[in-house]
């Protein structure tokens, strides 16, 4: 079966400070995608990253980056110099292709707050 | 533009009293689904479909029903909504790749 878990329930930063969203996953097949979304206040999903199990390299976007080792079952995501826009619940989520096809699995979210 | 359009966004509704929140999508894709989000759960899997006529049960199916009659929609029913119903659903509608999702219902049953 497949699990993903973000232990991290809440955190809480000052703005500027760079926070790390943990998500380790649980899956025996090798062909998978990892995903990471933003929900913001108003509720909708936000996709922020997809990236498959052949590529393990880190990747980098404006203040975001995500880092992703096998060895470790680990999809991390990291805000670089946090702003009050970043505040949101963050879900990480799992898709295994070849046993469910178009399913997410989702952690069960971490709620960052920025403070001013 | 690729789009997922689910309505209503917003329904407060009574105890037994059947509904339907409907679910449209434009990218042609066969699989669809609809998940709720509880607080500390995350957003778990309620039924899906691989396409027009074939549907199944997610991780927590009780209470809800589905129907594909078109590649495009995908509505969710519930015959006789309870209280523990209450909880934001959305849903999605994916390729191989990715998934999109709709604006999310925020549904209360009183």
């Known amino acids: 079966a497949q699990k993903v878990t973000q232990a991290q329930t809440e955190i809480s930063v000052v703005e500027k400070e760079d926070v790390t969203l943990d998500c380790v996953y649980e899956t025996r097949d090798t062909t998978y995608y990892l995903f990471w979304y933003k929900q913001p206040p108003s509720g909708e999903l936000v996709f922020l990253i997809r990236r498959n199990s052949f590529d393990e390299q880190n990747e980098i976007s404006g203040r975001y980056s995500w880092n992703f080792q096998k060895s470790t079952s680990s999809f991390n995501f990291t805000i670089t110099a946090s702003q009050v826009v970043d505040s949101a619940v963050y879900f990480c989520a799992l898709s295994m292709l070849r046993t469910s096809y178009g399913k997410l699995t989702f952690g069960q979210g971490t709620i960052l707050t920025v403070h001013p | 533009e690729a789009q997922v359009t689910q309505n209503p966004r917003y329904l407060i509704t009574v105890t037994g009293k059947k509904l339907t929140v409907t679910c449209s999508q434009n990218?042609?894709?066969?699989?669809m689904s609809w998940y709720r989000q509880d607080p500390g759960l995350g957003l778990r899997q309620i039924y899906y479909s691989m396409n027009v006529e074939v549907t199944d049960k997610g991780d927590v199916p009780e209470g809800y029903k589905v129907s594909r009659k078109e590649k495009r929609n995908f509505p969710l029913i519930l015959e006789s909504p309870s209280p523990n119903q209450t909880s934001l659903y959305f849903c999605?509608?994916?390729?191989?790749?990715?998934?999109?999702f709709g604006q999310g219902t925020r549904l209360t049953v009183v």
């Open positions: 990218m042609n894709h066969e699989y």
């Open positions: 999605a509608s994916s390729s191989w790749t990715e998934a999109f």
